[in-house]
């Protein structure tokens, strides 16, 4: 079982709304450069490329085909791995393997997205068309109002499903919505902090947020995520090459990764939905124990110093932690401070997901950023103050539907 | 990092046109659905080997994959397992008529079915309140048979 | 490697143009029909790589609502968005990796009856220059291709249909194959319709509704499984530069590529000898001679000797596409793990009437997407 080492991150640029100025080769191009300055590597000196991202959502089918000469991927292996909003992650995963099986030394991973061109909304959409239609063989009363099983579509708009996520939990732990508005304001001064970042809110307080409109109880529009346009490469070297390549000392080792996947906990409109999109068991029962146990970490709350999770929306940033084993109850550690970047355990000191979110890239940032931590590389002041030993970064996707888990820390596992 | 001024490049549109998929879904389960509504009655299928209870009901079993065909009914009655309130739209503006939508868990049954709710003050609305699905008067056997769910 | 990987069981659909069941069902009954013939259960499956395409479903995450058809419910899922012959090569890693012992891959697609073929590949185009042009598609790329080669090598159109009917005769053995003609003949294919000059209906694949499923096993595990694993001797993958301008299309640089990185881990030097079958993805029969050239299977311009001495029949030197190949059947994306399904059986005696009699020991898979093939997996595989 091979060690394989993350030496660099790079960022094409900050993530924003729009773009207009570039295309989509032209805006991940940047962030490849940017990824190989930091290191001695050569471009030859990579043996694989791996990359992703949600390709209803730019309209254009297997786009790494496109792009092959701006990524320089021209003449080398290529695999292209998507899987929702995990995707990010998932491809670093699949870098990972590349190397992790012996059939590469360095591999790099590419995540990107470029929501100015398409709507999210509709892409979103795409996910349950067929099903939708389906409910209509079935004779829905299309007279509009409350009944009649067009309510089976409904659920409050577009943040329908996330919501009933939110609501399940806050019953589970006890909280109110005022603890998501907490969580949505650290996340948007934590971004400040973050220059890549998109939402950036210095000094933003919950009563800042609780100022925007509530959509679907009990998230409000403060609460959700922006659509943004950006590209996250990692470069990713096996233990024997890291002296070679890296240009520091301190580099991030991969420890464990992990995925697990369940039925849809939202939308299940034709199979009948049987898990609660709160519980997640694939998480916490099942992704998150074989990660901690791979990367031999018993106690995740005492050996783990910050983690990134991905919340497409905040209530997440209270939730997955729990999850993933490393707070009790979030509503009481946001209560305490213990969440904030130089509190007892860290969350989302880039800001998350919540702040930033081009879909492809965002799994992949959160190993990025869990990685800059690790190398006290991270800048503009979102650097946790701890030494960081040990740090998670987490994803989620589908219908609530998939995990995927990275482990990260500064020495390699021994084997 | 400043927002850049950026200047705009040029353009070229395309559409994703739908119209260049036909889907097929087995939907066993609305089928069986619809069909108990013609009885006023709320069926699902029940998995031999495990247990689980599923409504609407595939014929077939996600934990232990094989095929199911035991149908059961389960109560119309149950207790709201989740729900959300539609108070504004995706932007931000709000909505003429606000929406309580809930997930049910129907007694009898290991399934959350979504659905509307009939209530006056959506502020009343708990985890665990329970609720009953009403039905028309007069059902044909489709899913407008359905009117809504109200609290018990 | 120090690990070894094993195929030790598949499946295929029969392919149609329109499946008796949805993609769920279909699949469903495939994995549970793969785990029956295995005599093991979900339980033993420790990861599952899922291809299927977004494109060709016409839906986003077009895997999030088969995860419990296929058996992956609370289990460890990944989905590769490209050739499932893709999907093979990443289940591989994961198992050589160490972490995994075994794993599963599942593909589907409705090429027959939900999508229309050609105009939904369009999506792959560049969006700013190549699609609103409307010049390039898959069948536009190929006959530029085609016709490159003929001009190259002298292939005659009588030898280019040759081909063709080669593989509809082919698929007239193989009991799954949706196109199928034991007496077809050079006129057939010469009077089908033309679809871009020199490529006529019958040179082109066949778009189908299907599914495969294939069990991969670490060396341990495939020895518990199966009597007869058939092992992954070498793979090698490459992808190509986008603008056909910019490629030799009659050269295929990343096959080429693709094909030595295979043969260097499988330690072989000589494949025109030592390969005894390919199953290659030639959408089109004008790249059967192109691949295996490229592939260093037959000499470089000796497609016209090749097709009318028939090398690359059932009965000949070097088998190609005893399956009948896309032409039998293509639910594309499903492609690539069909053939490795196709060369897999070879290589156990396994396929029937259109098994090839010398025995082979030693099977080459190929899998590919984008136009004219710009990217490439080669599986050399071996019993």
Same mark, same amino acid.
């Given at each position: 079982?091979?060690?394989?080492?993350?030496?660099?991150?790079?960022?094409?640029?900050?993530?924003?709304?729009?773009?207009?100025?570039?295309?989509?080769?032209?805006?991940?191009?940047?962030?490849?450069?940017?990824?190989?300055?930091?290191?001695?590597?050569?471009?030859?000196?990579?043996?694989?490329?791996?990359?992703?991202?949600?390709?209803?959502?730019?309209?254009?089918?297997?786009?790494?085909?496109?792009?092959?000469?701006?990524?320089?991927?021209?003449?080398?292996?290529?695999?292209?791995?998507?899987?929702?909003?995990?995707?990010?992650?998932?491809?670093?995963?699949?870098?990972?393997?590349?190397?992790?099986?012996?059939?590469?030394?360095?591999?790099?991973?590419?995540?990107?997205?470029?929501?100015?061109?398409?709507?999210?909304?509709?892409?979103?959409?795409?996910?349950?068309?067929?099903?939708?239609?389906?409910?209509?063989?079935?004779?829905?009363?299309?007279?509009?109002?409350?009944?009649?099983?067009?309510?089976?579509?409904?659920?409050?708009?577009?943040?329908?499903?996330?919501?009933?996520?939110?609501?399940?939990?806050?019953?589970?732990?006890?909280?109110?919505?005022?603890?998501?508005?907490?969580?949505?304001?650290?996340?948007?001064?934590?971004?400040?902090?973050?220059?890549?970042?998109?939402?950036?809110?210095?000094?933003?307080?919950?009563?800042?947020?609780?100022?925007?409109?509530?959509?679907?109880?009990?998230?409000?529009?403060?609460?959700?995520?922006?659509?943004?346009?950006?590209?996250?490469?990692?470069?990713?070297?096996?233990?024997?090459?890291?002296?070679?390549?890296?240009?520091?000392?301190?580099?991030?080792?991969?420890?464990?990764?992990?995925?697990?996947?369940?039925?849809?906990?939202?939308?299940?409109?034709?199979?009948?939905?049987?898990?609660?999109?709160?519980?997640?068991?694939?998480?916490?029962?099942?992704?998150?124990?074989?990660?901690?146990?791979?990367?031999?970490?018993?106690?995740?709350?005492?050996?783990?110093?910050?983690?990134?999770?991905?919340?497409?929306?905040?209530?997440?940033?209270?939730?997955?932690?729990?999850?993933?084993?490393?707070?009790?109850?979030?509503?009481?550690?946001?209560?305490?401070?213990?969440?904030?970047?130089?509190?007892?355990?860290?969350?989302?000191?880039?800001?998350?997901?919540?702040?930033?979110?081009?879909?492809?890239?965002?799994?992949?940032?959160?190993?990025?950023?869990?990685?800059?931590?690790?190398?006290?590389?991270?800048?503009?002041?979102?650097?946790?103050?701890?030494?960081?030993?040990?740090?998670?970064?987490?994803?989620?996707?589908?219908?609530?539907?998939?995990?995927?888990?990275?482990?990260?820390?500064?020495?390699?596992?021994?084997? | 990092?400043?927002?850049?001024?950026?200047?705009?490049?040029?353009?070229?549109?395309?559409?994703?046109?739908?119209?260049?998929?036909?889907?097929?879904?087995?939907?066993?389960?609305?089928?069986?659905?619809?069909?108990?509504?013609?009885?006023?009655?709320?069926?699902?299928?029940?998995?031999?080997?495990?247990?689980?209870?599923?409504?609407?009901?595939?014929?077939?079993?996600?934990?232990?994959?094989?095929?199911?065909?035991?149908?059961?009914?389960?109560?119309?009655?149950?207790?709201?397992?989740?729900?959300?309130?539609?108070?504004?739209?995706?932007?931000?503006?709000?909505?003429?008529?606000?929406?309580?939508?809930?997930?049910?868990?129907?007694?009898?049954?290991?399934?959350?079915?979504?659905?509307?709710?009939?209530?006056?003050?959506?502020?009343?609305?708990?985890?665990?309140?329970?609720?009953?699905?009403?039905?028309?008067?007069?059902?044909?056997?489709?899913?407008?048979?359905?009117?809504?769910?109200?609290?018990? | 490697?120090?690990?070894?990987?094993?195929?030790?069981?598949?499946?295929?659909?029969?392919?149609?143009?329109?499946?008796?069941?949805?993609?769920?069902?279909?699949?469903?009954?495939?994995?549970?029909?793969?785990?029956?013939?295995?005599?093991?259960?979900?339980?033993?499956?420790?990861?599952?790589?899922?291809?299927?395409?977004?494109?060709?479903?016409?839906?986003?995450?077009?895997?999030?609502?088969?995860?419990?058809?296929?058996?992956?419910?609370?289990?460890?899922?990944?989905?590769?968005?490209?050739?499932?012959?893709?999907?093979?090569?990443?289940?591989?890693?994961?198992?050589?990796?160490?972490?995994?012992?075994?794993?599963?891959?599942?593909?589907?697609?409705?090429?027959?009856?939900?999508?229309?073929?050609?105009?939904?590949?369009?999506?792959?185009?560049?969006?700013?220059?190549?699609?609103?042009?409307?010049?390039?598609?898959?069948?536009?790329?190929?006959?530029?291709?085609?016709?490159?080669?003929?001009?190259?090598?002298?292939?005659?159109?009588?030898?280019?249909?040759?081909?063709?009917?080669?593989?509809?005769?082919?698929?007239?053995?193989?009991?799954?194959?949706?196109?199928?003609?034991?007496?077809?003949?050079?006129?057939?294919?010469?009077?089908?319709?033309?679809?871009?000059?020199?490529?006529?209906?019958?040179?082109?694949?066949?778009?189908?509704?299907?599914?495969?499923?294939?069990?991969?096993?670490?060396?341990?595990?495939?020895?518990?499984?199966?009597?007869?694993?058939?092992?992954?001797?070498?793979?090698?993958?490459?992808?190509?530069?986008?603008?056909?301008?910019?490629?030799?299309?009659?050269?295929?640089?990343?096959?080429? %590529? /693709?094909? *030595?990185? #295979?043969?260097?881990?499988?330690? +072989?030097?000589?494949? =025109?000898?030592?390969?005894? &079958?390919?199953? @290659?993805?030639?959408?089109?029969?004008?790249?059967?001679?192109?691949?295996?050239?490229?592939?260093?299977?037959?000499?470089?311009?000796?497609?016209?000797?090749?097709?009318?001495?028939?090398?690359?029949?059932?009965?000949?030197?070097?088998?190609?596409?005893?399956?009948?190949?896309?032409?039998?059947?293509?639910?594309?994306?499903?492609?690539?793990?069909?053939?490795?399904?196709?060369?897999?059986?070879?290589?156990?005696?396994?396929?029937?009437?259109?098994?090839?009699? %010398? /025995?082979? *020991?030693? #099977?080459?898979?190929?899998?590919? +997407?984008?136009?004219? =093939?710009?990217?490439?997996? &080669?599986?050399? @595989?071996?019993?």
């Amino acid at each position: 079982m091979r060690n394989v080492a993350i030496i660099s991150v790079g960022y094409n640029d900050r993530f924003v709304a729009k773009r207009p100025d570039v295309n989509i080769p032209e805006m991940i191009q940047p962030a490849v450069a940017n990824a190989l300055k930091k290191t001695k590597m050569k471009h030859s000196d990579i043996g694989v490329v791996v990359e992703g991202n949600m390709p209803t959502f730019e309209g254009i089918n297997y786009p790494h085909l496109w792009f092959s000469d701006h990524i320089g991927a021209a003449g080398k292996p290529v695999l292209r791995i998507s899987t929702g909003g995990t995707t990010g992650m998932s491809v670093f995963h699949g870098g990972y393997y590349c190397v992790a099986s012996g059939m590469f030394d360095v591999a790099m991973v590419i995540g990107w997205e470029k929501h100015d061109e398409g709507d999210a909304q509709v892409g979103l959409m795409g996910i349950v068309l067929p099903e939708a239609f389906s409910l209509f063989q079935f004779g829905p009363d299309m007279s509009g109002g409350r009944g009649g099983g067009m309510g089976l579509l409904g659920g409050g708009g577009s943040t329908g499903g996330a919501s009933f996520q939110a609501l399940s939990y806050l019953a589970k732990a006890k909280g109110t919505p005022e603890h998501i508005d907490k969580m949505a304001a650290q996340a948007r001064a934590n971004a400040a902090k973050n220059p890549y970042a998109h939402l950036q809110h210095p000094n933003c307080t919950a009563a800042d947020i609780a100022k925007t409109p509530m959509v679907s109880y009990p998230l409000r529009y403060g609460h959700t995520c922006p659509a943004s346009c950006g590209a996250c490469v990692m470069l990713l070297v096996a233990e024997e090459k890291v002296k070679k390549f890296a240009d520091t000392d301190r580099v991030a080792w991969v420890k464990a990764v992990a995925t697990a996947s369940s039925d849809g906990t939202t939308g299940n409109l034709v199979d009948g939905q049987i898990t609660d999109p709160a519980e997640q068991a694939i998480c916490e029962k099942i992704a998150a124990p074989k990660a901690y146990k791979l990367a031999g970490i018993q106690n995740p709350k005492k050996e783990i110093q910050m983690c990134e999770v991905y919340d497409g929306f905040a209530h997440q940033e209270l939730m997955w932690p729990e999850k993933l084993h490393l707070v009790d109850n979030s509503c009481k550690a946001i209560d305490e401070g213990r969440l904030a970047i130089d509190g007892e355990m860290p969350v989302n000191p880039s800001g998350g997901v919540v702040s930033t979110n081009a879909i492809g890239a965002s799994a992949m940032v959160r190993v990025a950023e869990a990685s800059l931590q690790v190398m006290g590389l991270a800048e503009g002041g979102h650097q946790v103050p701890r030494r960081v030993k040990n740090a998670v970064a987490h994803g989620w996707g589908g219908l609530f539907q998939f995990v995927t888990i990275t482990i990260l820390g500064d020495e390699p596992v021994k084997r | 990092m400043d927002k850049k001024e950026r200047k705009e490049t040029r353009q070229t549109k395309d559409t994703l046109d739908m119209s260049l998929f036909k889907w097929r879904i087995e939907a066993d389960g609305l089928e069986l659905l619809v069909q108990g509504f013609k009885e006023k009655k709320v069926l699902g299928r029940k998995c031999h080997k495990c247990g689980t209870v599923y409504v609407p009901g595939p014929s077939y079993c996600r934990k232990c994959l094989i095929d199911i065909q035991d149908v059961v009914e389960v109560s119309k009655k149950g207790k709201i397992a989740c729900y959300t309130v539609g108070l504004a739209d995706v932007r931000g503006n709000p909505v003429e008529e606000i929406s309580v939508s809930v997930q049910v868990k129907f007694d009898g049954s290991d399934s959350w079915m979504l659905g509307n709710l009939e209530i006056d003050d959506w502020k009343k609305v708990y985890v665990g309140m329970p609720a009953e699905l009403v039905l028309r008067e007069e059902t044909n056997g489709t899913l407008a048979d359905i009117v809504c769910f109200r609290p018990v | 490697m120090d690990r070894k990987v094993a195929i030790v069981g598949y499946k295929q659909t029969k392919y149609s143009e329109q499946n008796e069941n949805p993609r769920e069902r279909m699949t469903y009954e495939l994995v549970k029909s793969l785990f029956q013939d295995l005599k093991i259960t979900r339980d033993d499956v420790d990861t599952f790589i899922i291809s299927c395409s977004d494109f060709q479903d016409g839906r986003t995450i077009s895997e999030c609502y088969m995860i419990p058809w296929i058996g992956a419910y609370m289990k460890d899922v990944s989905k590769v968005d490209s050739d499932s012959a893709n999907a093979v090569l990443y289940a591989m890693m994961r198992i050589l990796s160490g972490n995994y012992n075994t794993a599963l891959v599942v593909s589907w697609a409705m090429g027959g009856s939900e999508f229309r073929s050609p105009r939904v590949m369009e999506y792959e185009l560049d969006p700013i220059y190549e699609r609103p042009g409307r010049l390039i598609n898959e069948i536009t790329a190929a006959a530029l291709q085609a016709q490159a080669y003929m001009a190259k090598s002298k292939l005659t159109e009588e030898q280019l249909a040759s081909i063709a009917v080669k593989n509809l005769r082919n698929g007239a053995r193989n009991s799954l194959a949706l196109r199928k003609k034991a007496n077809a003949t050079e006129k057939d294919v010469l009077a089908s319709r033309a679809l871009s000059l020199p490529l006529r209906e019958l040179h082109a694949y066949t778009p189908a509704d299907g599914a495969c499923v294939m069990l991969l096993a670490s060396e341990e595990k495939a020895k518990e499984l199966t009597k007869n694993p058939v092992w992954i001797k070498g793979v090698g993958f490459c992808q190509d530069t986008y603008y056909l301008g910019e490629r030799d299309l009659v050269k295929m640089d990343s096959l080429q %590529k /693709a094909a *030595k990185a #295979a043969y260097k881990m499988a330690g +072989i030097t000589d494949p =025109a000898r030592k390969i005894g &079958v390919a199953e @290659l993805s030639t959408t089109y029969v004008s790249q059967e001679p192109i691949f295996a050239e490229a592939m260093g299977l037959i000499p470089k311009n000796s497609g016209p000797a090749a097709a009318s001495k028939g090398w690359m029949e059932i009965e000949g030197k070097i088998p190609v596409n005893p399956s009948g190949g896309p032409q039998a059947a293509n639910p594309l994306t499903v492609g690539g793990l069909i053939r490795i399904a196709e060369a897999s059986s070879q290589l156990r005696g396994e396929a029937g009437e259109h098994q090839v009699k %010398k /025995a082979p *020991k030693l #099977a080459l898979a190929h899998g590919q +997407i984008g136009m004219a =093939a710009q990217h490439n997996v &080669v599986f050399v @595989l071996g019993n």
